[in-house]
């Protein structure tokens, strides 16, 4: 049965009837035309480029093995120590400005010997070790605040084998992450509600595996060493960053900026080939331990949500122009029932048809579609997580479970669909 949206018209390629909704792209399952009529919209650069060429690279390789029966454990290998050692040496550059500077300012102390001393600790300082700053959020849900997502959770990490973890905050995102910060490494969970509210919830138990079983995968990149040096590393390439439209001044500025922005890139790119295939296992690894918690058929469906994100942030989009005109117009805006753009998006991604799912991974299949450059195509890890027999579900809930945690998260959903709609949606 159609829906009013959906159509039929021949493949002006092959003549097969097509069936398409008009939201989306019309497309022929026959021969491919118009699969993916479109370039991506993101604009990358040329460092974005060649990772996400080495990670597609890695991807195909890893997957390739793992199709012959080799094994996905992480370990530790030639290349994840040369970049272990190539982190320290970044390091030890910052240390040495440092030294020189503070040699510096001592020997001459008062005069214009300082001036060396100055200008080394300022070329220290955005060469400096950071850690990963902690991202904007909404609510802060601690355990006492919801305890039946922090047991789902710690049940999903016992089965993944990690702890759980100890601060979850919710934003407005389309995704979800997992981070450690301070100096005691507390585990922070990052809960995209949008994504949340588009998922099952075995798919939810999906993304908390996966999010989780990231602790314990041995992902070279994510060290505390290594992750600090590349931060270091892509700050000062920033600030190479060539003048757009440069006057006279200027063109001899960005002269000057092509060696060192040079040598950065390549030590960039160097260290992205040293730990990108780590990064790429440790991937492949997570979407393994999601399946183990949720089920195979969960994880799976997943990664196809994950194809159609973009449709859930177009709909988002649509909620905050159109509560934005209705506040214009003196009329009544989503913010007096600011659930129900959650009853909204849950009916929009229940409409999308299974054809146009298909299209897309035919689509990603052709640009290598991922969530990031660190990430492997999302077609390879779907393919992954369907070699060899499905994994039934570790962990399940029943609705009563489920409706405890909704309750827990109601004032978090409220929070955040308000500050869609009074901010926008940039997720």
């Known amino acids: 049965m ?3 949206e959906e159509k039929s018209q021949s493949c002006p390629e092959c003549g097969a009837e097509i069936r ?11 021969c491919d035309w118009n699969v993916d009529p479109e370039t991506p919209h993101q604009k990358r650069d040329r460092l974005d480029r060649v990772r996400r060429a080495l990670s597609r690279r890695h991807g195909e390789k890893l997957l390739a093995e793992v199709t012959a029966g080799g094994s996905l454990r992480a370990r530790r290998d030639a290349s994840s120590l040369l970049a272990f050692a190539i982190a320290l040496a970044v390091h030890g550059v910052t240390v040495a400005l440092v030294l020189g500077g503070v040699w510096w300012l001592v020997r001459g102390w008062g005069g214009v010997g300082m001036v060396p001393g100055l200008l080394l600790l300022a070329l220290a300082w955005p060469l400096r070790p950071r850690a990963a700053r902690l991202p904007k ?4 849900l601690h355990r006492d605040d919801a305890p039946e997502l922090y047991a789902l959770v ?24 997992v981070m450690a910060h301070g100096v005691r490494g507390r585990r922070l969970l990052m809960l995209g509600v949008p994504l949340w509210e588009i998922l099952t919830p075995q798919q939810r138990i999906a993304l908390l595996g996966h999010e989780l079983a ?12 290594v992750s600090t040096a590349y931060r270091s590393l892509t700050t000062w390439h920033y600030y190479f960053t060539p003048i757009a439209k440069p006057s006279a ?25 040293l730990t990108l295939r780590a990064t790429q296992r440790a991937e492949y690894l997570a979407d393994r331990e999601a399946a183990r918690a949720a089920s195979t058929e969960a994880a799976v469906g997943l990664m196809d949500r994950l194809l159609v994100t973009e449709s859930a942030a177009a709909a988002l989009r649509r909620e905050a122009s159109q509560a934005a005109l209705a506040g ?6 989503v913010e007096a029932k600011p659930e129900e753009i959650w009853e909204r998006l849950r009916a929009h991604m229940a409409s999308i048809p299974e054809y146009e799912y298909e299209r897309q991974r035919r689509a990603g299949v052709r640009r290598g579609h991922s969530v990031d450059a660190t990430h492997p195509p999302t077609h390879l890890r779907r393919t992954c997580l369907l070699v060899g027999p499905a994994a039934p579900a570790a962990v399940v809930t029943d609705d009563e479970r489920q409706r405890r ?15 869609i709609v009074r901010e926008g949606f940039d997720g």
């Not at 214009?328 to 805006?333: E, K, L, Q, S, V």
């Open 2 to 4: 159609r829906t009013p």
């Open 20 to 30: 398409a909704d008009s939201r989306y792209v019309a497309w022929c399952a026959a």
């Open 137 to 140: 959020a909404d609510p802060i």
């Open 154 to 177: 710690d049940e999903v990490a016992q089965v993944v084998g990690t702890r759980g973890i100890d601060e979850v905050r919710v934003d407005t995102k389309v995704n979800a992450s």
């Open 214 to 225: 990231h602790y314990s995968n041995g992902d070279t990149r994510q060290g505390l060493v």
């Open 249 to 273: 001044a200027e063109m001899f500025i960005n002269l000057l900026y092509i060696v060192p922005r040079l040598l950065l890139q390549g030590v960039l790119t160097l260290l992205d080939h």
């Open 328 to 333: 214009r117009r003196g009329a009544r805006t």
């Open 405 to 419: 945690i909704a309750a827990e998260l109601a004032g978090a959903r409220v929070t955040v669909a308000r500050r």
